[in-house]
């Protein structure tokens, strides 16, 4: 736990907090252990206890001064180097990682990072590390103390050392094992929830709501027997930690009476004895809870580590940088996959002029997004190379790529904010005139006229409270507002109704004017404007796809061939209209 937080917050303050909480443990064990001479003194003989009250004041002084001054710095440290460095450092590499990166998974860790797991590692350097170490060394002070009141009882602490330890080793790793078992039941019964939701209509359609649906009670049978199952994992060894340190405590007692009685120990020194060994097991005992503590502080480092960890694509060096001045995109010889030994594309040459329109076109699967990916670098390829205007897109700085390229896609997300600032973003210095021409270009102007607050219009989260046809009119008065010199637009047209389909496929002959533009469709009327078609055709059996055909509509719908063939397929199945 203690690399992982170093690795994030930097070495020198986490060794600083361990050695200052680590003296402030052996300035508490000390006080204590002080308790013992003072006791006796005071009880033998009160005016001979003066110098031992001093020292005790003196090391107590001593104690809560630099308790004091390092729980300050550790809630500096809770607050600025974990909390605000990380969300951060998280931020910083969001923006250096490669698009494709991200997927739904990824972003809900992100998500989590930022709130749960920030909020679980705020408590290490604060509570959970002091804590610890209090537990530990105030123990391991007194013992010292002890061996010299009498060594005997200082064995019996020795002795219980070993059992404590194995028992607390037992607590992680049931901690670890009780929240495995809790997470897993309690994912599949929150995707049960959430399906439950979803499905509401379905399930009100075919009666199930008023029957009960099976699968959601099963979850919540599980989730609970998980949760009890759970409990017996994590209340065993805590038992059996509880249990040791009581017969402990119960040893030392008898044992010590016993010296009493003797007359190998006097009274008074036993009684101070065991006023201090109560003050010490409360630490010990209370560090149970610190167990689960400890297992969802690690989970939570790993979570930070595998983000701020992740690998950004290289940059090129300076000598390296180059800034193309055309904008003809190729792609010659290019592999690529996006797992090791599933290779998505083999061989791939072509080549788009400046000004040109590609269209993508082939069965589903057959990686035509991934295409357009390679070409906005959200991957590198696995051989060969991808090129504008003649330079390697891997020379290319990612901050020119970006403003080089405007990529729309089917499916369009917007921010939890007006249109006005949604279609801003791409270019935030745009003035109002700039965005009402965007706005016009891209047919938007119209949904912002039947709207009563038009461009003041609060979207909703993603964009929720426009409708899909809408939400890409946004996307597209962004790509006009960048006006960048390369276009990539993905299947954009594909889920829309007619009356949208015809305002965006309208738009796109004006956006793709004086552009170089890649455009993976599905509908025959997009392609039609196309100055070359490409048919991407995979292996059989899932093989990397390779450019099976290529050249302009008319030629290809002449030649017949596999293009005409897939036109005619998806034309039969209704989803192609093809016009003239
Ligand atoms: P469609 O027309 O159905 O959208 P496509 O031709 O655009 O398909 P791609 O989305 O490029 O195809 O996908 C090509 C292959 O790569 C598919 O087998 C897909 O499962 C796989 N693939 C796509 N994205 C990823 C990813 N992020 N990780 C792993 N595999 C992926």
């Known amino acids: 736990m203690l690399k992982l937080l170093s690795d994030l917050v930097g070495i020198r303050e986490v060794r600083a907090l361990i050695v200052f909480y680590t003296l402030a443990a052996v300035l508490e064990g000390v006080t204590l252990a002080l308790l013992i001479p003072f006791l006796q003194a005071f009880l033998d003989d009160p005016a001979s ?70 909020n679980t590692l705020s408590h290490i350097a604060s509570i959970v590390v002091p804590a610890i170490i209090t537990a530990f060394t105030v123990p391991i ?6 061996v010299f009141v009498d060594w005997t009882l200082a064995l019996v602490m020795v002795i219980a050392v070993l059992p404590l330890y194995w028992s607390w080793g037992r607590m992680r790793t049931a901690a670890t094992e009780a929240s495995e078992i809790e997470t897993a039941a309690s994912t599949t019964a929150a995707g049960r929830l959430i399906e439950y939701a979803r499905l509401q209509p379905v399930l009100r359609a075919t009666g199930v709501v008023q029957r009960g649906w099976g699968k959601l009670d099963d979850a ?29 405590f119960a040893v030392l007692l008898a044992l010590g009476l016993y010296h009493v009685l003797n007359g190998r120990l006097d009274a008074v020194a036993f009684f101070a004895l065991m006023v201090i060994v109560a003050r010490m097991i409360s630490p010990l005992a209370q560090s149970v809870l610190y167990a689960s503590e400890i297992h969802n502080s690690v989970v939570a480092l790993r979570s930070m580590h595998s983000i701020v960890g992740a690998e950004p694509l290289p940059e090129p060096s300076a000598e390296e940088a180059t800034i193309p001045t055309r904008t003809a995109v190729s792609l010659t010889n290019v592999d690529f996959g996006y797992d090791a030994g599933r290779p998505v594309l083999k061989g791939i040459n072509l080549e788009a002029a400046e000004g040109t329109m590609t269209a993508l076109v082939g069965p589903s699967g057959s990686g035509k997004s991934t295409v357009l990916r390679l070409i906005g670098r959200f991957w590198d390829v696995d051989s060969g190379c991808v090129e504008i205007g003649g330079v390697d897109v891997r020379k290319i700085p990612t901050h020119e790529l970006m403003a080089m390229t405007s990529m729309v896609f089917q499916d369009v997300y917007l921010f939890d904010t007006t249109i006005r600032e949604n279609v801003r973003l791409a270019r935030p210095d745009a003035t109002d005139e700039e965005l009402e021409r965007a706005a016009k270009l891209a047919r938007l102007d119209q949904v912002i006229e039947a709207l009563p607050h038009g ?18 009119r946004v996307s597209i008065a962004r790509a006009f507002i960048k006006d960048a010199p390369i276009l990539l637009l993905d299947e954009i047209t594909s889920a829309l109704d007619g009356e949208n389909e015809a305002a965006i496929t309208s738009v796109m002959r004006d956006l793709t004017r004086g552009r170089t533009v890649f455009v993976v469709a599905h509908r025959l009327s997009t392609v039609r404007d196309a100055d070359q078609i490409v048919f991407l055709d995979p292996e059989p059996n899932g093989g990397p796809a390779h450019v099976a055909e290529c050249g302009s509509p008319d030629e290809f719908l002449a030649a017949g061939g596999l293009y005409a063939e897939f036109a005619e397929a998806s034309s039969a199945a209704g989803r192609w209209q093809i016009t003239s």
């Open 141 to 146: 002070v007194m013992i010292i103390a002890v």
């Open 49 to 118: 206890a003066g110098r031992w009250l001093i020292a005790l004041c003196v090391m107590g002084v001593l104690f809560l001064t630099l308790q004091t001054y390092t729980m300050l710095r550790s809630y500096r440290i809770s607050v600025y180097d974990v909390c605000d460095a990380l969300i951060t450092r998280i931020a910083n590499r969001v923006l250096e990682l490669p698009l494709g990166w991200f997927n739904a998974r990824r972003e809900a860790r992100i998500a989590s990072a930022v709130s749960r797991e920030i």
């Open 455 to 472: 461009w003041d219009t609060q979207v909703g989260q993603g964009g929720l409270k426009l409708s899909g046809g809408e939400r890409q």
């Open 220 to 248: 919540l049978a599980e989730e609970d027997v998980a949760v009890q199952n759970a409990l017996k994992v994590k209340g065993r060894p805590a038992m059996a930690y509880a249990t040791i340190l009581q017969i402990t």
